[in-house]
């Protein structure tokens, strides 16, 4: 498996203004029935950063 690094990299989507396009989300979601869209908190929001931080990646 990759670095937290990598792995973030991969995964993330870019956005505008702080908000996917639509063709992003609709990829996300596919054809799911549920979708829970919540927003986190900014502690949350930035632990995935506080930890590539600590390791040195």
């Known amino acids: 498996m990759g ?3 990598s ?3 991969a ?3 870019p956005v ?3 908000v996917p396009s639509d063709e992003a ?3 996300l979601v596919g054809d ?3 979708v829970l ?3 986190p ?3 949350d929001a930035l632990e995935p950063i506080r930890e590539v931080e600590r390791r040195g990646q």
Do not use: K, M
């Open 3 to 5: 670095s937290l690094r």
């Open 25 to 27: 989300l609709f990829d």
């Open 7 to 9: 792995v973030l990299r």
């Open 16 to 18: 505008e203004d702080g």
């Open 37 to 39: 869209i919540g927003e």
């Open 11 to 13: 995964e993330a989507i």
């Open 41 to 43: 908190s900014a502690r």
């Open 32 to 34: 799911s029935r549920f």
